[in-house]
């Protein structure tokens, strides 16, 4: 398969980029790595709750995952056998696949629900699972969306947030300016910008913008992959704000599952 001047831009937080970096390169595309977002462990001011004592807890991403059991070993505490795990993707699945959650014990969206908090609850009320759940623990981020607390509060259950990681967005150095305003006002190159998270969109506009990047030969000549339907609002709305230049109506969003496989799909069919 040969992909002639295409490069793919690759934002998610470090350590988060290789195995698709590898994929995309193996089959002849250029790659550019640029994570939007920092994600920074902060300190619990409180020791993490022991997970018995609560029916079910959701996770909304990977790092989430790893910060809490990295905690729960610090503290000499295990996940309790039997326990319930949710969390809305399948990058979150294989987190807790790897720290020893069994598939069984994890509720995440199915079939055609959405990757999302609202795919999650769908799936929760659903399951057997239901009817017994009291207590509900999130584990999460200092920033995000509270809509399933809420929700789940709003059925009556005991709900405790825990964060216990930052995001914070990623300026990029001179250099990466450089680089990115020779790449991104190209029209040549054809580009393909993969976004996958609100606050990842927000950062790497805000970046375009402080590089002074020309938005009209960068929308020409870029497709923008995205993994949830709201994010093309959410990239619309932030091009419109941050580059008023520019049109975002002309802008080429494509949505993709939020997997490996299927941003890896949809990149090289685009090609």
């Given at each position: 398969m040969h992909h002639s001047r295409a490069t793919v831009i690759l934002t998610r937080p470090q350590g988060k980029n290789q195995a698709?970096?590898?994929?995309?390169?193996?089959?002849?595309?250029?790659?550019?790595?640029?994570?939007?977002?920092?994600?920074?462990?902060?300190?619990?001011t409180d020791p993490v709750p022991d997970p018995a004592t609560f029916d079910l807890i959701f996770f909304v991403s990977g790092f989430a995952v790893d910060r809490f059991f990295d905690l729960l070993a610090e503290q000499g505490m295990r996940w309790p056998q039997g326990l319930r795990a949710g969390c809305v993707g399948p990058g979150t699945v294989l987190?807790?696949?790897?720290?020893?959650?069994?598939?069984?014990?994890?509720?995440?969206?199915?079939?055609?629900?959405?990757?999302?908090?609202?795919?999650?609850?769908?799936?929760?009320?659903?399951?057997?699972?239901?009817?017994?759940?009291?207590?509900?623990?999130?584990?999460?981020?200092?920033?995000?969306?509270?809509?399933?607390?809420r929700q789940l509060q709003e059925l009556s259950l005991q709900v405790k947030r825990l964060p216990l990681y930052r995001r914070d967005a990623r300026q990029w150095d001179r250099q990466q300016q450089r680089q990115m305003s020779s790449l991104l006002a190209d029209p040549a190159e054809k580009k393909y910008v993969v976004l996958t998270s609100p606050q990842g969109i927000e950062a790497f506009v805000d970046n375009l913008a402080t590089a002074q990047i020309d938005p009209d030969p960068l929308a020409e000549s870029t497709t923008f992959v995205v993994t949830h339907e709201g994010q093309v609002d959410s990239l619309k709305h932030a091009w419109q704000q941050k580059l008023p230049a520019g049109n975002a109506g002309t802008l080429r969003i494509v949505q993709a599952l939020p997997q490996e496989d299927a941003i890896f799909h949809i990149v090289t069919i685009s090609d």
């Open positions: 698709l970096q590898l994929r995309f390169e193996q089959a002849g595309l250029r790659v550019a790595t640029l994570p939007a977002l920092t994600l920074q462990p902060i300190a619990a987190a807790l696949q790897r720290q020893g959650v069994a598939q069984q014990q994890i509720l995440c969206p199915a079939g055609d629900q959405p990757y999302d908090s609202s795919g999650f609850l769908a799936r929760l009320k659903a399951s057997a699972v239901f009817a017994c759940l009291s207590s509900v623990l999130i584990v999460c981020g200092t920033t995000g969306n509270p809509w399933l607390a």
